[in-house]
């Protein structure tokens, strides 16, 4: 059985810069698996090249077994991977229920408005405010609204690019609860984070990257005890 | 004052035909941000089309009767103005989505000129003016001192109607949402699993029928088509489009109204007469510009990472 996603010797350049070199990564249906790794590693680029955003230099990427990596970007979210960018990215001119809609833009099933609901009790504050513009939320709003909005396609594999980014301890708190609580439900999670504790804490396995190379892989809660991790990321000395 | 009046009439019917043609400008810079030259030109190309339709396709029993002509002729214009656009999406500005900007505007230009020269050489006797048919109830429409033909009623009742309706159809309406995202953030809009070919397709598809509606209501306005329809009330339509804020539905019928007014005013109050009116339309244009750069409705500056 092939595994839900499997990224090899992947890398990627923008002109002359290589910011992805030789990654190799395998993520199995059910689990959280994260990359780690400080500002301008290449996690980002990973995660923009799995979805079809940008093509890579060399390697290979399967979603079950299948190479997706020739395959336009709406093809790849069709083929259930979603991905929730970096800095949020929501259509800020349009209400909370138009940018859910637009996350199951490509669904036909008639299930649509019950998931819409799924969201709103999952974060009680996007449902009160479902007509108003995702532009004038708080950054944590901004970032329940962005997981609903990827979770709406009803994805095999869930990506999400620093989700915690910019948010209050309380707010990082509340994501990182409702990630697990993703994972409990079903969801395959990949997920890219600068606050590295919190993350490997909840990881089944994690890759740490730098300089877009992979540096050490493991369990979450090994690297966690790793003191090369503790020491690189965990701003311990 | 009755003259005052009857030239806000005729400034209201010139808006509408502005304003269909506008649409097009507007919607099509909202989702690939080019300035799409040739668009004059496909309001032209539909006009001939309907008047093709009309010359050999139609019987004259149908030719005598506006009723059964009008759908016909408009169905004939719409399809060629379509398919042309069709044509020029997919061959010409498709292979430099990645060019930069210049090149398709360069094109566009390119396309322009072809499109002029390609009806001069192979319409027959398009070398000058061609009477058109009358098309709709003849006479006006008396309003007091003011009179309107029913063709230029038509005109206003079309264009609101069809701007409200794409208004409607781009607020409410799955492709409609497709298309707005793929404005605000065309790689957000490729994440939510919008095919950025079929947004496009449709923008140039939607743009191109309006402007063969209006070409058609435009021959039947003015009683008859040339080749330089396109430019002149080309320049006109994208001058609406940037004064209402190029990207705004809204924006451009509101400044396709105001340009109408302007160019029939001006033309009857200031200096120079109609030989001078656009210049007043250009004035109308720079002063916008200097005091509110983004346009009427325009959004100030697109974000994005
Ligand atoms: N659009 C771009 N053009 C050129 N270089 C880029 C671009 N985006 C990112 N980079 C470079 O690629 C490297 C990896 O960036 P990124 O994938 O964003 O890292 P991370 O997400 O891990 O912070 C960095 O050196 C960054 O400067
Ligand atoms: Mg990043």
Redesign the interface.
């Known amino acids: 059985m092939s595994p839900l996603l499997e990224v090899r010797n992947l890398s990627v350049a923008y002109g002359a810069i290589e910011a992805v070199r030789d990654i190799s990564f395998t993520v199995e249906a059910g689990q959280i698996v994260s990359l780690i790794g400080s500002n301008g590693a290449g996690k980002t680029t990973t995660l923009r090249t799995i979805?079809?955003?940008l093509r890579p230099a060399s390697g290979e990427i399967l979603l079950e077994g299948e190479p997706i990596h020739a395959q336009?970007?709406?093809a790849i979210?069709?083929a259930g991977v979603?991905?929730s960018?970096e800095?949020r990215?929501l259509?800020?001119?349009?209400t909370v229920e138009?940018n859910l809609?637009?996350?199951a833009?490509?669904r036909k099933d008639d299930g649509v408005e019950k998931d819409m609901q799924r969201v709103y009790d999952l974060f009680p504050v996007l449902g009160e405010r479902r007509h108003n513009k995702a532009g004038l939320f708080s950054g944590g709003e901004q970032q329940m609204l962005a997981m609903g909005?990827a979770m709406m396609?009803k994805p095999r594999l869930l990506m999400l690019d620093e989700p915690s980014m910019g948010l209050s301890p309380i707010m990082t708190q509340l994501i990182f609860d409702t990630i697990k609580e993703l994972k409990e439900q079903g969801t395959t999670i990949l997920l890219v984070e600068q606050n590295a504790l919190a993350a490997l804490a909840l990881s089944d396995q994690a890759y740490v990257i730098d300089l877009g190379r992979t540096t050490l892989q493991g369990p979450g809660h090994e690297l966690l005890a790793d003191q090369r991790v503790r020491d690189a990321y965990l701003g311990e000395s | 004052m009755s003259i005052l009046l009857q030239q806000l009439a005729n400034g209201v019917v010139q808006g509408g035909l502005i304003a269909l043609i506008a649409l097009g400008y507007t919607m099509v810079y909202g989702i690939i941000q080019l300035i799409n030259f040739a668009h004059g030109e496909i309001f032209m190309v539909g006009a001939y089309g309907s008047l093709a339709t009309y010359t050999w396709l139609l019987p004259q029993g149908i030719k005598d009767s506006w009723v059964l002509s009008l759908p016909l002729m408009l169905l004939g214009g719409v399809v060629v103005a379509v398919v042309i656009a069709l044509i020029m999406e997919r061959f010409a500005y498709r292979p430099l989505r990645n060019a930069p900007r210049l090149a398709p505007l360069i094109t566009a230009l390119g396309i322009s000129v072809a499109l002029q020269e390609a009806v001069r050489t192979f319409y027959p006797d398009a070398t000058s003016a061609l009477r058109f048919p009358r098309v709709f109830a003849e006479g006006n429409l008396a309003l007091g001192p003011i009179s309107v033909p029913w063709s230029g009623v038509l005109i206003i009742v079309v264009s609101i109607v069809l701007s409200v309706l794409l208004q409607v159809y781009i607020n409410r309406s799955r492709m409609g949402r497709a298309m707005r995202a793929t404005a605000q953030d065309p790689d957000t809009a490729k994440l939510m699993g919008v095919n950025p070919d079929r947004v496009i397709v449709l923008t140039f598809v939607l743009g191109a029928a309006l402007a063969g509606v209006a070409g058609l209501l435009y021959g039947s306005y003015i009683t008859n088509v040339n080749i330089d329809m396109g430019f002149q009330t080309g320049i006109f339509a994208f001058t609406a489009a940037v004064l209402g804020g190029v990207g705004s539905i809204r924006g451009a019928v509101i400044g396709a109204f105001i340009i109408g007014l302007v160019k029939t005013i001006g033309g009857q109050y200031m200096p120079g007469g109609t030989q001078y009116d656009y210049v007043w339309i250009f004035v109308v244009l720079i002063l916008v510009l200097v005091f509110r750069p983004q346009g009427l409705f325009g959004e100030p500056e697109r974000v994005r990472a």
């Open positions: 979805s079809g955003l336009p970007a709406h979210l069709g979603a991905h960018p800095g990215r259509f800020p001119r349009m138009e809609q637009l996350g833009y490509v909005r396609s």
